[in-house]
């Protein structure tokens, strides 16, 4: 089975993110970046999947900046095969129909590809939507919000859960499948994984190499513009008490206070 | 006026309070057209609903396909060619969120997701879990719009409500099959989105078991109740009760936080509280710092006797 990875380089959401008082677009600059780890989940899950079908193949896909790379790294330290990465100065400030219609065009060059993996929701904008888009553009089906995932013969079953409800899903391979965060733990990369990951393959493209337009992403053919942002001031804390046996009754007394009860 | 599509999302034949919300945002748009999908019968029981919230029209799509959300990207991807509308309108939700982007990509229009505020000529973000505000204009015809629930003040207004029947195109490419579907019932407390008041419980609360007395408290104040994920991956309480940046986001005038630390990513679901206390027996939970009323002690000690002078005061 060949499987596809897609995966994205985040802001650590650990430290503190803002965007760019510049055209409004994160600032990547300001903050740690590492593969998303909703990503890493949807890597384990390809991995799970190759170990259990022999001549299985996991390949990664990524687009974004130069550095996205330690995030492919990681992704092959962990276990997959190769990487495609799409990589040029032209993509900044894409927006999420922008993504996917670029990452249809890197899973273009790609041959006989079963199934697509990826994360449901990326932890830097919640758009929660490039996956299902992909699957649009590529008329397959979409299995979205996996936290179950089998794959006998040519048919995936999923158990999409979310805050809705339960739902069990199924279509013939190939199918684009994103996984929820309760899917799996992802392993942690081996020291022989990460001396193996130095000399796996990976592809660069540029736009012209993946045949994307470059009106067709960045800033400017954005579907939509942000034209205004503003930093929100931090709530601060307030009255801090320690209990001594009166810790509710005081609580309570609070919220008299504040006409809460 | 221009029309403005409202996806109806609707349970057991009742029409879910998000949908009010979409009714009442169109108004800033134009004229609001309820959108039906679903299996033969249902519109009949919903048109009531529609019509006090302002649809000026409502379009039944009845079928019994299997394919996942394709019915609903069709039909909205039809009426979009069709009618020419100033925008549609989707409510957050899993299934929200992956109508609007296939739809979005179908009919090459602009998608404003999870917007807060929706106005005539843009809308409202509200990013990092309300860290940043950002407005956003689009670029396109018929932009595609997601609606965070909880947003915007319902507001009643009697519409036409004038039903039209249209087809169920099969969609171009192939759709995953529904099984099977186990809807999330809601119980007797409020929905988290739409509470006024949420008690939501962390690791510290320990067990599954123990959650009672989350649960305790917040059926006195009337409240939801919410979890962190380490409670929810310790198997304390079900992963839709989640509260943070991979759970919900809410924003209530009062949250409750027991026995949770405050990490970055729990604070990014409710940090936009109107007003927030903790019980931690932690001095240095970053909790406190966004907390208006602090307790340092046991949670089980502080909770309980909360819990007794709300029943007092209730009388
Ligand atoms: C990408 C990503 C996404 C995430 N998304 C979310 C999310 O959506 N929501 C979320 O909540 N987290 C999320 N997290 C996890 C987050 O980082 C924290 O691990 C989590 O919020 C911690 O939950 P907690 O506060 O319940 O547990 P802990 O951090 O373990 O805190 C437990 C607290 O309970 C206190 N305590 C213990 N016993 C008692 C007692 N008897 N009385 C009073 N206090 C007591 C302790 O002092 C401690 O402060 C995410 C993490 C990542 C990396
Ligand atoms: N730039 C990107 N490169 C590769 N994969 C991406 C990219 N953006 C989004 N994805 C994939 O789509 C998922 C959901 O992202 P999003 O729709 O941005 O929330 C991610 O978890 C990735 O699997």
């Known amino acids: 089975m060949n499987i596809v990875v897609l995966v994205k380089q985040v802001p650590d959401t650990y430290s503190e993110?803002?965007?760019?008082?510049?055209?409004h677009t994160l600032d990547r600059d300001a903050t740690d970046a590492v593969l998303d780890e909703?990503?890493?989940?949807?890597?384990?899950?390809?991995?799970?999947?190759?170990?259990?079908?022999?001549?299985?193949?996991?390949?990664?896909?990524?687009?974004?900046?130069?550095?996205?790379?330690?995030?492919?790294?990681?992704?092959?330290?962990?276990?997959a095969d190769k990487a495609v990465h799409l990589s040029d100065e032209a993509i900044h400030?894409?927006?999420?129909?922008?993504?996917?219609?670029?990452?249809?065009?890197?899973?273009?060059?790609?041959?006989?590809?079963?199934?697509?993996?990826?994360?449901?929701?990326?932890?830097?904008?919640?758009?929660?939507?490039?996956?299902?888009?992909?699957?649009?553009?590529?008329?397959?089906?979409?299995?979205?919000?996996?936290?179950e995932l089998t794959v006998d013969g040519g048919?995936?079953?999923?158990?999409?859960?979310?805050?809705?409800?339960?739902?069990?899903?199924?279509?013939?391979?190939?199918?684009?499948?994103?996984?929820?965060?309760?899917?799996?733990?992802?392993?942690?990369?081996?020291?022989?994984?990460?001396?193996?990951?130095?000399?796996?393959?990976?592809?660069?493209?540029?736009?012209?190499?993946?045949?994307?337009?470059p009106s067709d992403v960045g800033l400017s053919a954005a579907w939509s513009t942000v034209t205004e942002s503003n930093p929100k001031p931090p709530k601060s804390g307030g009255e801090k008490v320690e209990d001594e046996g009166d810790g509710g009754s005081k609580i309570a007394a609070f919220l008299v206070g504040q006409k809460l009860i | 006026m221009a029309e403005v599509l409202v996806l109806v999302d609707h349970l057991d034949g009742e029409i879910k309070?998000?949908?009010?919300?979409?009714?009442?945002?169109?108004?800033?748009?134009?004229?609001p057209s309820a959108v039906v999908v679903g299996p033969a019968g249902t519109a009949g029981k919903l048109s009531e609903g529609l019509k006090a919230y302002g649809a000026a029209k409502v379009y039944v799509a009845e079928t019994d396909s299997a394919d996942f959300l394709t019915p609903?990207?069709?039909?909205?991807?039809?009426?979009?060619?069709?009618?020419?509308?100033?925008?549609?309108?989707?409510?957050?939700?899993?299934?929200?969120?992956?109508?609007?982007?296939?739809l979005a990509v179908k009919t090459d229009s602009a998608l404003l997701g999870d917007v807060v505020a929706v106005g005539a000529e843009s809308a409202t973000h509200s990013v990092f879990g309300g860290a940043f505000v950002a407005e956003a204009k689009w670029n396109t015809a018929h932009p595609v719009i997601t609606l965070r629930p909880g947003s915007v003040e319902v507001e009643n207004a009697e519409g036409a409500a004038v039903e039209e029947t249209v087809e169920v195109p099969s969609g171009a490419g192939r759709s995953a099959q529904v099984q099977s579907r186990e809807p999330v019932t809601g119980g007797d407390r409020p929905e988290l989105t739409e509470a006024s008041v949420i008690v939501?419980?962390?690791?510290?609360?320990?067990?599954?078991?123990?959650?009672?007395?989350?649960?305790?408290?917040?059926?006195?104040?009337?409240?939801?109740?919410?979890a962190s994920r380490a409670a929810v991956d310790s198997g304390f309480y079900p992963h839709q009760f989640q509260v943070g940046q991979t759970g919900k986001t809410v924003s209530p005038q009062l949250y409750i936080a027991l026995g949770i630390s405050g990490a970055i990513q729990h604070r990014a679901g409710m940090q936009t509280s109107k007003t927030i206390i903790a019980v931690n027996k932690d001095p240095e939970a970053p909790i406190f710092e966004i907390a208006d009323f602090g307790v340092v002690g046991d949670l089980f000690k502080v909770a309980p006797q909360l819990q007794e002078e709300v029943a007092k005061r209730k009388g």
Do not use: C, W
């Open chain 1, 17 to 23: 993110r803002k965007l760019s008082s510049g055209d």
């Open chain 1, 38 to 79: 909703i990503d890493e989940r949807a890597v384990e899950s390809a991995l799970q999947l190759k170990e259990a079908n022999d001549g299985s193949e996991v390949t990664v896909v990524a687009m974004g900046p130069d550095r996205a790379t330690d995030a492919i790294r990681k992704a092959l330290s962990m276990g």
């Open chain 1, 93 to 147: 400030g894409t927006d999420a129909i922008g993504t996917a219609k670029a990452l249809v065009k890197v899973l273009g060059t790609l041959e006989g590809t079963d199934l697509v993996l990826a994360g449901n929701e990326a932890s830097d904008g919640r758009t929660g939507a490039v996956p299902a888009m992909v699957a649009e553009l590529l008329g397959l089906p979409s299995l979205t919000h996996a936290r």
């Open chain 1, 155 to 213: 048919t995936v079953t999923v158990r999409r859960e979310t805050d809705d409800g339960v739902t069990v899903l199924t279509a013939e391979l190939p199918a684009v499948v994103s996984v929820n965060e309760k899917i799996n733990e992802p392993r942690y990369p081996s020291f022989k994984g990460i001396m193996a990951a130095k000399k796996k393959p990976v592809t660069t493209l540029t736009l012209a190499d993946a045949g994307i337009e």
């Open chain 2, 17 to 31: 309070k998000s949908t009010f919300e979409l009714l009442t945002a169109a108004r800033a748009l134009g004229e």
């Open chain 2, 72 to 102: 609903q990207v069709e039909v909205l991807a039809a009426l979009v060619g069709s009618k020419d509308p100033a925008a549609v309108l989707i409510g957050v939700s899993a299934d929200g969120k992956e109508i609007a982007g296939r």
């Open chain 2, 200 to 226: 939501s419980g962390g690791r510290g609360v320990g067990s599954a078991e123990q959650f009672s007395v989350v649960e305790g408290l917040a059926d006195s104040l009337g409240a939801a109740v919410g």
